[in-house]
């Protein structure tokens, strides 16, 4: 699993013109707003992408992600397959500290986004905290997807399970929310869980597929047992 991941930091400024691009080289991911400062309606419009001119930060993770996948060491024939999903997100940051919101949304093409009101929480934790909900909710993704294709209830156990081999030996393991993260950006994961409830949607998938192989281990014995010898 590759994650490419590119952010920066919006601030606002007096001043009406540029300065020299010694001053902007120093201060490698901030960006600053020259005149008006950026409100609602530039985030709505980062969120809603589609102008060609819009900032495009993803575009910068996808190129990383691209030179990776396109490496001829890359071993081929993964078990897994999977398209990509992509987090496209904005927090507000700055003034007394507050309970974080949050407004996430699962948008067309594999595109998700996610707003943020975030108090006094630094820019680079927000981006690991992004990050993680980047990672947890392909994870699901995909999961949901090896679940519709396994065709549980239409085609044979067997083949039902077979389908799901990959899905136990290289996802179950990797569902951690939140371990890396600490302070208010746990507090960021809780407001998830309310709503859309990952966790909650990753347990139920997984007793499913784990009572399949009960059940299948079972029918297996039984039969075993009822073969003539």
């Given at each position: 699993m590759v994650q490419g991941s590119a952010h920066a930091h919006i601030t606002a400024t007096d001043r009406t013109h540029r300065l020299p691009w010694s001053h902007y080289l120093a201060q490698p991911g901030t960006l600053e707003a020259v005149g008006r400062a950026p409100g609602p309606g530039a985030t709505t419009a980062f969120l809603a992408g589609g102008d060609r001119d819009a900032l495009d930060l993803g575009a910068i993770a996808a190129r990383v992600v691209d030179r990776l996948q396109g490496d001829e060491q890359l071993e081929r024939g993964s078990p897994v397959k999977a398209a990509r999903t992509k987090l496209r997100w904005a927090a507000w940051t700055g003034g007394e500290p507050v309970p974080p919101r949050v407004e996430f949304r699962v948008e067309p093409r594999?595109?998700?986004?996610?707003?943020?009101?975030?108090?006094?929480?630094?820019?680079?934790?927000?981006?690991a905290l992004c990050e993680d909900i980047a990672v947890h909710d392909w994870l699901l993704t995909v999961l949901i997807d090896l679940v519709r294709k396994s065709a549980l209830g239409v085609t044979d156990r067997r083949t039902a399970?077979?389908?799901?081999?990959?899905?136990?030996?290289?996802?179950?393991?990797?569902?951690?929310?939140?371990?890396?993260?600490?302070?208010?950006?746990?507090?960021?994961?809780?407001?998830?869980?309310?709503?859309?409830?990952?966790?909650?949607?990753?347990?139920?998938?997984?007793r499913r597929i784990r009572d399949q192989l009960s059940i299948g281990a079972v029918t297996a014995l039984a039969a075993h047992r009822a073969a003539p010898r």
């Open positions: 594999g595109l998700r986004t996610l707003l943020l009101h975030a108090g006094d929480v630094p820019v680079d934790g927000l981006a399970i077979d389908r799901l081999l990959p899905a136990i030996d290289y996802l179950l393991h990797l569902w951690m929310p939140a371990a890396r993260l600490t302070g208010d950006l746990v507090g960021v994961w809780q407001a998830l869980e309310a709503r859309p409830g990952f966790t909650r949607q990753w347990e139920t998938l997984v």
